[in-house]
Structure formats: C-alpha cells, structure tokens
C-alpha cells in the first residue's frame, strides 16, 4: 500500500536499527540549525495590533477597496495626483526651481528601496514620538491652562488680509513653506506668470502679523461677572480642563446592593462615587501617570460637578440639597441641551443660546453629555433615573498607562452601593499582546499534561522527552519554512493556535505508534516468553542478532504506523492548506503555517521516534537485571492497573458496538440530522453583526464598554456611521487591481491607470452628464443639499463655462478676456476640455462655498521633454522651457449619497451592493470605450469579510472533504470504507458547528479558523478505524470490526482525552481567542471520537465491506507483492530464544503481562483475530512468517 511495505526501504529500517544515534543527531542539528537561522533572518512576531490581517484580499470588492486605497495614497501630496490643479503646479514650480527632476510617467511603481526607506522613517518617528510622550501629559495641562486664560474668540490661525488665505500657523517658524497653499483674489491664467513676490518684503510683512496675532492672543479677556462672583476662588482651578474629553480614561459606574435598581441620581449615589473616585486615586502609580497641577487634577464626575455647583471644596461635604440644586438647574436647561443649543465651548465662545445659568464652565452640558446615560432625563419628564454614571479621571489614554491598570486589577473598584463596571484606558491592543504571550503557560500545561499521559501510556521517560521535542521541532521547522522558504512576511497571532493543534496530532501520532510497536513485541515474545525460566534471562545476543531483529520488529512497526500516520497527516494537513483558498488574509497565514506544522511533525514522526523507539531498546537492553528498582516496580503495578482499566474499558466498548449497533446507528443519525438543520436552516451558522473584533471574555471591563458607550451621548459620533447612509463612489482612470502581497496587510501593490481612459473626449463628456442625470432618477439615489457640491464635476463644469468671456461689470483695468473658457457650448472640444477643466476646478477651490471632498478629477503632471534630457542637462533644458506643463486628468471620482441607511446586517448591505452594481453596469454597456473601465465602490470593507467568510468557509469545507475521500480510497482502495468515513467526518462537522452556533459562535475569523481546524482534526479518528478495517487479516465484518475495535480503541481515547483536557486548560485564560480553541478542542474531540467509534464503527459492523467486496487494486503493486512478499522478513530459528534480551523496561512488562493474561493486548494475540508472528502454536515452530499473515496486510489478489 505505501513505500514502507517496499522492499526498497530495507535500507531505512536498517539505519533505525543499527544507526540511530546517527539519525536523532543528524535530525536535533538540522531543525535546530533551522530554527536558528529563521530567527536570526526575521524579525520576531509582531502581536501589537491583533486584527491585522483580518481584511479581505483578491476578491472583485476587495481588489476595488485596495485600488481605493491606493488612490488615496496617491492624491493630494502623498504621491503625483492632485485634486486641485494649483497644488499641482505650485509643487512643479518648485521643483524647477530647486532642480528636481519629476517623475516621467503618472503611473509610476514605487521601488522596494524607497518603500524601505520609507518605512524606516516612519518608524523612527513613530520612536521619537514615543520617547517625546513621557512629558506629553504635563505640557499638555501646562498648554492647556494657559489657553484657558488667555485664548482669544479668534480663531488660531490668522487669516490674512483682503481676502488672501494664507494659513500661517502661529509657531515660531518665521520663514512660511514654499508648498503652501496660496489664494489669490485673481484669477488664475495658465502658462502665465502674473505674480512677483519679494521675499525679504514678504517674510518681514508676515513676521510684522506674527507678532501683532501673539500680542492679540496674550491679550486680556473682557470682565466676566461669574468668574468674578463670591464662589471665583472655589471655582478657578477646580478642574485642570473646562470640560472631560475621550482622550482621557474614563470609567462606567453602575448601582449594585440590594438597591441596586435605584437611581444613582440621590445623595447616597453621589457619596458612594465620591469614594470610589478617591479609591480610583489610591493607586500606587496614579501620581506617575495623571496630569498634575500641584497635584493630580480632579476627576470629572458628577458628585464633583454637585461639589462645583454648591460651592463647596469636597465632595464628601455634600448634602441632599446640593443633589437637589443640580436636579433642578438640569431639569431647566434640559430642554437647550436636547434642541442642540449648548456646547462644550460656551464660555469661550459667545455661541450658545441658552440661559446664562446654562452655560456657566459648560456644566450643564458636560454632565449631560459626559457623564450621565442618555436615557437620565426624557423630554416632558420630571422624574429621572440614572442608571451608569461616568468618571473621567485626568489620565490620558494610551498603552503607557498598562501597569496602572494593573494596579487598578488588584484595587477593589467598589464599594457597597457601587462599582466600576466598564473602563475604557486605551490599551486593548497593548494588554490583548501581552496576555498573548504571558497565557502561553496555559499552553505549556496542557502539553505538560500531554506528556504526562504519554509516559504514563507507554512507561518510558526517555520516549516521552523525544516525543516533546519531536513536536517542539516541528514548530520551528514550519516557523522555518513559513518564514525563509514560503517568504511570508506576517506571521499573525492566530498561528498561535497551531501550537495546541499539534499537541494533539502528535500525541495521537505517538500513542498510534507506540501501540503498534508493543503489538508486535507482543506477537514476537509472547510465545517465546514460555520457553525461559523464572530465575534467570537468557544470555545476551551477539550484536548483529539484535540489530537485525530490531530491523524486523521496526519493519512489521512501520509498515502499520506509518500508514496510518501518512493518511491521517495528509488529510488534515490538506484541510490546513485548504484554507490557502480564503480571500481573509489571517485565515490564508495560519492555513499554511498549520499544515506545514502537520507536515514537518509526520516527517519527524516517521525518522525521530523510531531512532528514538531503537535507541531505548538498546539502551535500557543492556541495564536489565533480575532484580528490578522500586521505581520501576511501581511503575509497572500502576500500568498493570491501568492495562486492567482499559481492557475492560475496551471490551464494555466492543459489546456495545457489536450488540447495539442499529441503535447507535439511530441516535447518531438523528443527531446528525438535528445538527443539519441548526446548521443550514435555523438558527444558523450567523454572520457577524459588529465590526470590531471581540479580543476578550464578554465580562471584561473593555468588552463591556463596548456594549455599554452607546448609552453616553458623547460616543454617539463614534457611532454616527449608524446615521450615515452609504455613499456610492464611482471611479474611472484607475484599473481594480491589488497586485500586492495577499499574505502581508501592508503590501497594497502598485496605483495602475486604466490606459484607454479619456474624459476629453465628446462622447465621454456627453455620456458622463447623462449618467450623472440618470443617476438621480434612481430609487436608490439621495439627494444632497449644498452649493457647488464636488459629487459630479462636469455639472459645475458645464455652468463654469457659461460665463461671459468678458465682464463688463469689471472696471477696465481688470477685464480679462477668458476665452476660449466661456460662452462655450457642451460638448467641448478636447484641447478646450483640457485647458479650461484645471482652471474652473482651480477657481472653485478657491470658493468658499465649494465643499471638498474625494469627488471630483484627479491632475497629474503629462511628461515634459525636459524629464527626458540628463541630470547634467537639467538646467539648461528647465532654463528654456517657457511654457508651464499640461495637466492631464488621469482619474475621476462621481460620487452620491444613497438611501440605504449604514448597517452591519449582511442582508441589508448585500440589496444594496448587488442594486448599484448591477444598474451601474448596465449604464457601462452604454459608454464609450474610454469611460467603460469603470467601477463601484463603497463602504463595504466589512460587508467584504461577511460576503468572504460565508463563501470561503463552504469552499474549504468542501475541497477539504474532497481531499479525505481522495486520499482514503487511494489508501484503502475500498469504495464503501471511504464513503462511510466522509459520511462520519461530515456528521461530526455537523454536530461540532451545531454546539458551537447553541453556544453563541458567530462566523468571525477565528470561528472560520476552527471550522477548517475541525475538518483536519475529525478526519483523524475516521480513517484510523478505516485504515485498520482494512489492514484486517480477518475478511468477515465481525472480526474485522473486532480487530480494529481492539487495536484503535486505546490511542484515540487518549489522543482524544488528553487534547480535550488540553482545550479544556484553554479555557481558563483571559482572551478570547484560547478560550474559544480551548472550548473548540473539547467539542471537536469529543464529537469526532464518538462518531468514529459508534456510528462508524456501527456502520462498518451492518453494512461493512467483506471477502473483497468493492476492493479495487493496482495491478503493478500486486505483481510486485507477490513476487516478493516474504523475503525480508525471513528468520533464523536460533534467533528466537533471546530476543527477549531486547525488551526494555516497556517491553519486559509486555511480555510480564503476556505471560498473566492481563494486559490489554490480550485480545490481539486471540488465534480467532490475529496470527502471532511466528504463525504456529508451538514456539519450536518455524520462524518464518505465514504467507496468510503477510498477505493480510495487503491488497488482495
């Protein structure tokens, strides 16, 4: 059946047996040689930001969001396309004064150098602003205060003069940017320099302004009668900032005792939050990390704002009628703040058109909109009720505040009437990294558990420690493949969850092998065993003797195990790889990193363990003595115990299945059924309703802010998106593409120009203004209330364009003649169209009332012949050109407002997107050639994964189920075998995603992630018992089911058992992520364990195969076999007497337990099942091996 039943591989056995030192060696070298260079060639993984990778690529909306993306990138400054045309050539003239050679073409690629370099500075800056954030917090109080005092209505630019927007910033920088956007109250003439500018006059006129806009900054505010009341030394500096702002951490305070339904709102409430801020302060490091004054500021809360308003210098001094005081003044101001006629800028601005009482430090507003739920007062309503409560204290959000919040962990934030329920600190990411790696503990646990159960099973400390670092080098040589051979550039935290996978499979890889291996000690010594006395073992073999029974032993070993091993490996490595085929950047990562890992641990599991298997035998051969240690007597009862525990185990079990089969046969059907319908029909494997990714347990502080900011006003802009409607931007001038890296989210590729774009043309004009008419009589469309909208620019184009060529109304010494840009008639001429689109869009930007947006036509600079000369020639060949550069448009963006509301619903979102595609390829059928590369795009970055989860979680689902069958009837060559185990895996995928939807899963990444994991890991238990159903030497359905019963029963109840107490380690840790692997290994272990035993089994034990029925077979193998089935396994009767010398301290108590009568093998030695390796009776027998026996295991004739 495999390369192992060759003889060709003689000379592999016979390097296990007698040169193993050499293979484990050569093999610890190589992985740690590689292990050594993929860490010294990469950078260590980068877990900072836990939802990269979680985005769409390659799909049609996914290359349209990268090819916006990219054009984004390439507009306005940040690469050659500009939206205004006077940007544009501000910067050529620039560069022609400085000497810069432009770039030849628009579309241009970035070459790798510049996007190093690039990434290099940013992330030197992103260093220098880091090392610059220690001061932040006190500058930023310091800065505050003192604009506090002294800033001015103005506004904080100036503005310049006679209508001339110059936007100096007030810094000390005196000398103003040559890239700086000008204005100029003329208009602009193309080709023509109508300006001179001295720059001497230039600079000391505006360092005249500078000085003059500080003196009117430093200036005094008018008197104010409230600063100046009786209460002005209680109320200046009672808060570091006029009003609480998101930027500082903030707490969500809820109710609880047994009033706990009362309201916050009452004296009680307030005295309770008045020492639960102060517990809050307690903290050790809280003094580090807030914003100090002469010490730390206060918090905003409302008992303090109760403190402010009754004048009063504690909050614990308050009293019922100070509670009362700030009921009634926002019970009377309610009604300014719900019509929208308060701010946070009351004070210093005279804007507000409210009562004086209501805007005084903007209290009103603040608690109304900070610091209280919005449900506290209803219009019309004298009764309120707070439910939360918010405390802003003055510690800036950021993940430099990680080990206050540690502190805050271990601070009883409650006390008997209330507690902090949710915080927001800004360090998700940062705490998400670190519990990443700080639970990795819970991980080794469960292997320390795995290990365990692997010593306890097979009784050798020494295989134990090999099988470890046989999965620990699997690790490193997939790290090593995945990072040096494969090349990919992201490794995402989700790869982590591969480490636990193969715990699992490796476990169950070595209980599988070391079965066997004691089966055939088993078969080999139990007859012989009889022939020694009890005082004393028989002398030692020669070397030669031992090595080569050792050839044969690991031969009969090898030929089963791994078999069986390649199977399993090659199928759930398949449906790892499968994944590859997700469009989700993450889910393609850790599909390959997880198969490779498969991959890599079968190699190692076919050279390192039995090199490892071959040196014990040698080893501990040696060091035996009649007189064995307590240890290893111990260790032997407890096996002895436990050898009892599962033979019973086994055989309730078998009865079981060979008594009851139609009934387990039923009740997994009906199972499976019921799982199908909660699957496809209801409730359903749900699409994800939020966009953000859940990274903790539902009970965590963040988690519950993110339920819990929706009821505060002050979040409702960060959720403003709910009140938007979706906005369709169509794009022409720009291909979708994504040539980028689909496996590293930074790699977005190259901006690449449609070619046969063409705006100028009259067909393309023409069809461009109906299109933008036609679009307005849609059902879908929203109209957009503004004046000179940017949404269609041929509009605003087309009035630009009737203009009089000249305004008599001018006075004579300004009349322009704007020929031919006037009094023209639609369409235009191209050579018209192209001259007079950058000066109308121009003028229109420097139009107050145009609103700017993404909309609109995108200028890059057509290549000059002066790009084409030398950089010797560079000045001389700029010297001469007199003429300024054509514009060319390289792009436009038509973009409207729709009717369809923001949502998360998949189904609201998927109406929306296949309407507008579908209308607005029917209008591209209609375009010229040059407008016909067209697309759509909107907000659907999320509706993108929805759309890519649910498609690609099916397609995986099925190449990997195709990839099963493939592989089991390649193997088994039984068409009925392979059948009935993909009906197995398929139901038990059922019923794991069942029990995952009753517990809430939603189809997220992670969720898809298990789903692909669960197809790798159910097919193992499946085709062990397909496998060894096959491998029967018996032809009859009941015995063949009672071999395999009593051979696989006892390795995949513990590879089951010992991967689902792993998962069930998991659970115990802090994110989400381990918590729902570990809770997706005991589901998916359990579920596939009993499916393969009882319903599989049950199912081959009716209607399995028997007598060859359905058995294909390969003609050139079966030549082969027959020719040369026994030759190697040929022995030398002499040989048999001492081969008990081979036995180590496993192996003696095999044969101990043989010699008894109670060892779990005692079924497979049974004559009605299995046929010992000598084939007879007698131990005086023939040693060779039966040509039934050999011809058992292979294919029939």
């Known amino acids: 059946m495999l390369c192992f039943?060759?003889?060709?591989?003689?000379?592999?056995?016979?390097?296990?047996?007698?040169?193993?030192?050499?293979?484990?060696?050569?093999?610890?070298?190589?992985?740690?040689?590689?292990?050594?260079?993929?860490?010294?060639?990469?950078?260590?993984?980068?877990?900072?930001?836990?939802?990269?990778?979680?985005?769409t690529r390659g799909t049609e909306i996914g290359k349209r969001l990268t090819a916006w993306h990219n054009l984004n990138q390439e507009t306005d400054g940040n690469g050659i396309l500009f939206s205004n045309p006077s940007h544009l050539l501000q910067k050529i003239q620039y560069e022609k004064t400085r000497g810069v050679p432009r770039h030849q073409h628009p579309n241009h690629r970035r070459h790798k150098d510049q996007r190093r370099k690039h990434k290099n500075n940013k992330r030197r800056k992103e260093q220098q602003k880091k090392n610059e954030n220690s001061d932040v917090a006190y500058n930023m109080m310091i800065i505050n205060k003192r604009l506090k005092a002294t800033k001015s209505p103005l506004s904080d630019k100036w503005m310049g003069d006679s209508g001339v927007f110059r936007e100096f910033e007030v810094t000390n920088d005196s000398i103003p940017s040559l890239l700086e956007p000008t204005r100029q109250s003329e208009p602009i003439e193309y080709g023509h320099n109508t300006t001179f500018v001295d720059e001497d006059e230039h600079r000391e006129r505006v360092q005249t302004k500078k000085s003059t806009w500080r003196m009117l900054k430093q200036a005094s505010l008018p008197y104010d009668g409230w600063s100046n009341s009786r209460g002005r030394q209680h109320i200046e500096g009672f808060f570091c900032d006029s009003s609480p702002h998101k930027a500082y951490s903030h707490f969500v305070v809820k109710r609880i005792g047994p009033n706990a339904t009362d309201s916050l709102f009452d004296l009680n409430g307030m005295l309770a939050m008045c020492q639960l801020q102060e517990q809050i302060g307690a903290a050790p490091s809280y003094q580090a990390f807030c914003e100090p004054e002469t010490n730390c500021c206060r918090p905003w809360s409302l008992p303090n704002y109760v403190t402010l308003l009754a004048n009063k210098s504690s909050c614990f001094d308050l009293n019922a009628d100070d509670v009362s005081l700030l009921h009634s003044l926002l019970l009377s101001c309610y009604e300014y703040y719900h019509l929208l006629k308060l701010d946070n800028n009351c004070n210093e601005v005279n804007r507000c058109y409210a009562p004086e009482e209501c805007t005084r430090n903007n209290l009103v507003f603040n608690v109304l909109n900070f610091l209280s739920d919005y449900s506290f007062i209803k219009p019309n309503d004298t009764t309120v009720y707070l439910r939360y409560a918010m405390i802003f204290v003055p510690v800036t959000r950021s993940n430099r505040i990680l080990p206050l919040f540690h502190e805050w962990q271990h601070v009883p934030l409650r006390n008997e009437l209330v507690e902090v329920v949710a915080m927001d600190l800004g360090l998700e990411n940062e705490l998400f990294n670190e519990l990443l790696l700080t639970d990795v503990w819970l991980v080794s646990l469960g292997g320390l558990f795995v290990m365990a159960c692997v010593w306890l099973y097979t009784g050798s400390a020494f295989i134990t420690l090999m099988s470890c670092c046989a999965i620990c080098f699997s690790l490193g040589l997939a790290y090593f493949a995945y990072t040096v051979v494969f090349e990919f550039n992201f490794f995402p935290y989700m790869n982590l969850l591969a480490i636990v996978v193969i715990i699992g499979i490796g476990a169950d890889d070595v209980f599988l092998f070391l079965k066997i291996w004691q089966c055939v000690l088993a078969e080999r010594f139990s007859k012989s065993s009889t022939l020694n006395t009890q005082s004393s073992l028989p002398t030692p073999l020669e070397h030669n003797e031992h090595t080569e029974t050792l050839e044969n032993l690991m031969a009969l070993t090898m030929r089963h195990a791994a078999a069986s091993m390649f199977v399993t490996s090659v199928t759930t490595a398949g449906a790892f790889y499968a994944s590859y085929s997700s469009s989700i950047t993450a889910i393609k990562c850790f599909g390959i990193f997880a198969g490779t890992v498969v991959v890599t641990n079968y190699l190692l599991m076919i050279t390192w363990l039995p090199a490892s298997v071959s040196i014990m035998e040698r080893l501990f051969a040696s060091r035996m003595s009649c007189q064995q240690h307590l240890s290893q007597k111990l260790l032997n009862a407890c096996k002895k115990s436990i050898n009892r525990f599962c033979e019973l185990f086994e055989e309730r079990i078998t009865q079981s299945i060979m008594n009851y089969a139609y009934l387990w046969l039923f009740v997994f059907t009906v199972l499976g059924t019921l799982s199908a319908i909660i699957v496809f029909w209801y409730p359903g494997l749900q699409l994800p309703q939020k966009p953000d990714f859940q990274l903790f347990v539902s009970s965590h502080p963040f988690e519950v802010y993110t339920r819990?900011?929706?009821?505060?006003?002050?979040?409702?802009?960060?959720?403003?998106?709910?009140?938007?409607?979706?906005?369709?931007?169509?794009?022409?001038?720009?291909?979708?593409?994504?040539?980028?890296?689909?496996?590293?989210?930074?790699?977005?590729?190259?901006?690449?120009?449609?070619?046969?774009?063409?705006?100028?043309?009259?067909?393309?004009?023409?069809?461009?203004?109906?299109?933008?008419?036609?679009?307005?009589?849609?059902?879908?469309?929203?109209?957009?209330?503004?004046?000179?909208?940017?949404?269609?620019?041929?509009?605003?184009?087309?009035?630009?364009?009737?203009?009089?060529?000249?305004?008599?109304?001018?006075?004579?010494?300004?009349?322009?003649?704007?020929?031919?840009?006037?009094?023209?008639?639609?369409?235009?001429?191209?050579?018209?169209?192209?001259?007079?689109?950058?000066?109308?869009?121009?003028?229109?930007?420097?139009?107050?009332?145009?609103?700017?947006?993404?909309?609109?036509?995108?200028?890059?600079?057509?290549?000059?012949?002066?790009?084409?000369?030398?950089?010797?020639?560079?000045?001389?060949?700029?010297?001469?050109?007199?003429?300024?550069?054509?514009?060319?448009?390289?792009?436009?963006?038509?973009?409207?407002?729709?009717?369809?509301?923001?949502?998360?619903?998949?189904?609201?979102?998927?109406?929306?997107?296949?309407?507008?595609?579908?209308?607005?390829?029917?209008?591209?059928?209609?375009?010229?050639?040059?407008?016909?590369?067209g697309w759509f795009i909107s907000d659907l970055k999320f509706f993108n994964v929805q759309d890519t989860l649910s498609h690609d979680t099916i397609t995986a689902i099925i190449l990997a189920m195709g990839a099963s069958l493939v592989v089991l009837l390649c193997f088994t060559l039984n068409i009925i075998i392979s059948i009935y185990a993909v009906i197995t895996v398929s139901l038990t995928i059922f019923n794991t995603v069942a029990m995952l939807i009753l517990l809430g899963w939603q189809l997220n990444v992670l969720e898809s992630i298990a789903v692909s994991t669960a197809i790798g890991l159910a097919v193992d238990f499946s085709l062990h018992y397909g496998i060894h159903y096959r491998l029967s030497p018996s032809k009859e359905r009941n015995a063949a089911t009672q071999f395999v019963l009593s051979r696989i029963i006892g390795p995949t109840v513990m590879a089951a058992a010992t991967t689902a107490f792993a998962g069930g380690i998991m659970m115990t840790s802090n994110i989400l992520p381990y918590i729902q692997i570990g809770v997706f290994l005991v589901v998916v272990m359990v579920t596939s364990w009993f499916y393969a035993t009882f319903f599989l089994m049950s199912l081959l034990k009716v209607a399995g195969p028997q007598y060859g029925f359905m058995q294909l077979g390969w003609p050139l193998l079966r030549k082969r076999r027959t020719a040369k089935a026994n030759k190697f396994y040929e022995r030398k009767p002499s040989r048999i007497i001492a081969t008990e010398q081979l036995l180590t301290p496993t192996s003696s108590a095999i044969v101990e337990m043989a010699n008894s009568e109670t060892h779990e093998l005692e079924s497979l030695n049974s004559s009605n099942q299995i046929k010992t390796i000598s084939g007879t009776e007698s131990g005086h027998a023939p040693l060779s091996l039966t040509e039934n026996f050999e011809h058992s295991f292979q294919t029939p004739h």
């Open 5 to 55: 039943d060759s003889e060709k591989m003689n000379w592999y056995y016979h390097v296990l047996a007698r040169r193993p030192y050499l293979v484990v060696v050569s093999i610890a070298v190589y992985c740690v040689a590689c292990i050594i260079v993929a860490f010294i060639l990469n950078d260590l993984p980068d877990f900072s930001d836990p939802t990269l990778g979680f985005e």
């Open 708 to 933: 819990l900011k929706h009821l505060f006003w002050f979040e409702k802009p960060l959720q403003g998106v709910e009140n938007f409607n979706m906005s369709m931007r169509f794009v022409w001038g720009v291909q979708a593409l994504d040539d980028g890296d689909y496996t590293n989210p930074n790699s977005y590729g190259n901006l690449h120009y449609d070619n046969n774009f063409n705006i100028s043309s009259k067909p393309a004009q023409i069809w461009l203004r109906n299109f933008c008419q036609n679009i307005r009589q849609q059902p879908f469309y929203q109209a957009t209330f503004g004046f000179l909208l940017p949404n269609c620019f041929i509009e605003n184009f087309i009035r630009y364009m009737e203009r009089r060529c000249i305004d008599e109304m001018e006075m004579d010494r300004r009349r322009l003649d704007r020929t031919p840009c006037c009094e023209a008639q639609f369409p235009y001429e191209p050579h018209i169209f192209e001259q007079c689109l950058p000066q109308c869009i121009s003028n229109l930007y420097e139009t107050s009332f145009y609103q700017h947006g993404k909309a609109g036509p995108k200028f890059a600079a057509a290549p000059s012949r002066s790009d084409e000369y030398s950089e010797s020639n560079s000045n001389e060949s700029l010297s001469t050109e007199t003429t300024s550069p054509q514009l060319l448009v390289k792009a436009i963006i038509i973009e409207f407002d729709s009717t369809t509301a923001y949502s998360t619903l998949y189904a609201n979102i998927k109406l929306f997107y296949e309407t507008v595609e579908n209308w607005f390829q029917q209008q591209l059928r209609t375009a010229p050639a040059e407008l016909r590369g």
